[in-house]
């Protein structure tokens, strides 16, 4: 029979240190983990891959619906009256973004920087708007 390379040491026992404990075997096949050489590199394919919404711009008649709501609101800003604003949220990473609803009370409405201010502090930008519903300006659609 002819004789290994090896066969001097492949029936010996298996090495145990005297001075460390055996590593448990969880943490040995973390060893053997796919390891990402990439840092961030799938983070930047999920977000290239992420789809924003362009922004609709409003006809001459639209813009016109949109401030007689905003007037009848102004009006009756006192009353508090509950309404749903769709805007447009520009996205901060990439361009583009997504249509937003808020529901809330207004609470004002300032012409000098165009922005709505709701109860809960929320800031819209009047420009981003396309549509208020409600109970208020239901008369206006």
């Known amino acids: 029979m002819r004789r290994g390379q090896y066969d001097d040491i492949i029936n010996l026992p298996h090495h145990e240190s005297a001075s460390r404990p055996r590593m448990p075997i969880q943490n040995r096949a973390a060893q053997f983990m796919p390891f990402a050489a990439l840092t ?5 394919i999920e977000e290239t ?3 924003t919404d362009e922004k609709i ?3 001459e008649y639209m813009k016109a619906k949109l401030d007689k709501k905003l007037k009848i609101l102004q009006k009756q800003i006192k009353n508090e ?6 805007y447009f949220q520009h996205d901060k990473l990439k361009t583009g973004g ?3 609803s808020v529901n809330g ?5 300032d012409y000098y920087k165009r922005t709505i201010v709701m109860q809960d502090e929320t800031e819209i930008a009047i ?3 396309i549509n208020i519903t409600g109970d208020i300006v239901k008369f206006c659609e």
């Open 105 to 109: 009370v207004v609470k004002k409405i």
């Open 81 to 86: 009256p509950e309404i749903t604003i769709i």
């Open 127 to 129: 420009d981003d708007i």
């Open 49 to 51: 891959a992420r789809l």
């Open 57 to 59: 711009n409003l006809d």
């Open 98 to 100: 997504a249509y937003v």
């Open 40 to 44: 961030g590199y799938d983070d930047a």
